[in-house]
C-alpha cells in the first residue's frame, strides 16, 4: 500500500492524539500511523526507546516530560525500552554545550545509575519496562566494530548539528571522541530495533542519526518524538540542577509545593501540559475558569497536590497544602510581594538578604537576624553563617518587608 492509498482509522487517529500531546515533533508522523496499524493489526507492540544518562543521581521534573510521554505509550500497549546509557556517559553528550564535558568514570556512572530507575518507575509501569544497559553492545564493537561503524556516517554530516558549526567556527575545541557520541547513540537505536525513539528538542539531531543508522544497517527505520525542554522556576532557562531551578521528584512534598506555588502564571499552563495527567479538555475548562476570574492559585494548587501525590502520596499532598497555608495563606504575608532571582547558589544568608533588596547592608542582615527578625519559608533564621541552595523560598525581613526570591546557580 503506498502513502497516499493508506488511510487512518479511527483508532489509529486516536492513538495519534495522545502521542501529539505536548511534544514539538514527530517525525516522520505518516510512518509512524503506519507502525501504529501494523502494530494494532498483528497485535505485536511497537519498541519504545529512551536513552538516558546517568550523569547526576536525581531525576527532576523536566525528566519527566518524557518519561510521562512513555507512560502514554505504555498504556496503550506498547514496549518501552529504558536504556541507561552507561557506555555512553564516560563520553559525554555534546548537546548544547559550547566546550567539551569532563567524561564520567565507571564508578561515578554506577553510583548514578542505582537510583535513576528506582525514580523512574514512579512514572513508567515497571513490569512493562525493559530497562537496558548500552555496554552490553559497546563493549562488545572494539576498535574493528567502532573503526566499520565509523564509516557508515560522514564528517559533513557530523558538521551539520549546530553545536559542532558554533564551536568549530568560533574556535573552539571539538575532540574527536564527541563525534562518537551521536553515533553510538544512534548504534542503541540498531542494537535494540526501535521503532521510536524519544527525547528533548535538544536530541533531534543524536535522534536522526540512529534513524539513518538504522537504514545503513538494513532495517525499518525509527520515528522519532521530540518534547519540548521544561523551564525552570526562572521562568528563562530549562530546567536543570547546575542552574538551581529545579524541582527534583525525590524532594519533600512542602518543598515541592511551595516551588510549584511559586511558578508564574503564564508557566503555570505549560507545566500542566507537559506534567499533569488530566486530559486537554479539563484543562482548558480549568483556564477558561481562570480567564474569567478564578484565581491562579487554584489552579496552581490543584497542579502541585496531583504531582505530589503521585511521587509522594495523597495524604502527603493534603498536609503539604495544609502546611503551606498555614505558613503564608493564614499568615500575614500578602499575595503580591516583589519577585527576584539571585544567582551563586549556594548563597550565604546575609548577601541573599543584601541582593534581595530586603536590607542595605551586611551588617543591617546580621543585626536583623540576632533580633530575630529574618524568616525564610516562615522558619526565623538564627545562623548568620547559613548557606542558601537552588530553589524559590519567600523572605521576610520584620513586619512588612518581604520577597519571593529565586536562587539559581552561578
Known sequence: MTQSEFSISPEVEADLRIVRRGCDELLVESEFAKKLAQSRQTGKPLRIKLGLDPTAPDIHLGHTVVLNKMRQLQDLGHTVIFLIGDFTSMIGDPSGRNSTRPPLTREQITENAKTYYAQASQVLDPARTEIRYNSEWCDELGARGLIQLASRYTVARMMERDDFTKRFKGGVPISVHEFLYPLLQGYDSVALKSDLELGGTDQKFNLLV???????????????????????????????????????????????????????????????????????????????????????????????????????????????????????????????????????????????????????????????????????????????????????????????????????GS
Open 210 to 408: 540512529g534513524r539513518e543508522l538504522q537504514k545503513e544497517y538494513g532495517q525499518s527505520p525509527q520515528c522519532i518524538l521530540t518534547m519540548p525542554l521544561l523551564v525552570g522556576l526562572d521562568g528563562v532557562e530549562k530546567m536543570s540542577k547546575s542552574k538551581g531551578n529545579y524541582i527534583g521528584i525525590s524532594e519533600s512534598p512542602d518543598s515541592m509545593f511551595g516551588k510549584l506555588m511559586s511558578i508564574s502564571d503564564t508557566l503555570m499552563w505549560s507545566y500542566f501540559e507537559l506534567l499533569s495527567f488530566r486530559s486537554l479538555d479539563d484543562i482548558a475548562a480549568l483556564k477558561a475558569e481562570i480567564d474569567g476570574g478564578r484565581n491562579p492559585r487554584d489552579a496552581k494548587v490543584m497542579l502541585a497536590q496531583e504531582i505530589i501525590a503521585r511521587f509522594h502520596s495523597k495524604a502527603a499532598a493534603d498536609a503539604a497544602l495544609a502546611t503551606f497555608e498555614a505558613r503564608f495563606r493564614d499568615g500575614a504575608i500578602p499575595d503580591d510581594i516583589p519577585e527576584v532571582t539571585v544567582a551563586g547558589a549556594p548563597i550565604g544568608i546575609l548577601k541573599l538578604l543584601r541582593e534581595a533588596g530586603l536590607v542595605a547592608s551586611g551588617s543591617e542582615a546580621q543585626r536583623n537576624i540576632e533580633q530575630g527578625g529574618v524568616r525564610l519559608d516562615g522558619t526565623k533564621i538564627e545562623d548568620k553563617s547559613l548557606q542558601i541552595d537552588g530553589g524559590v523560598y519567600v523572605l521576610q525581613v520584620g513586619k512588612r518587608k518581604f520577597a519571593r526570591v529565586t536562587v539559581v
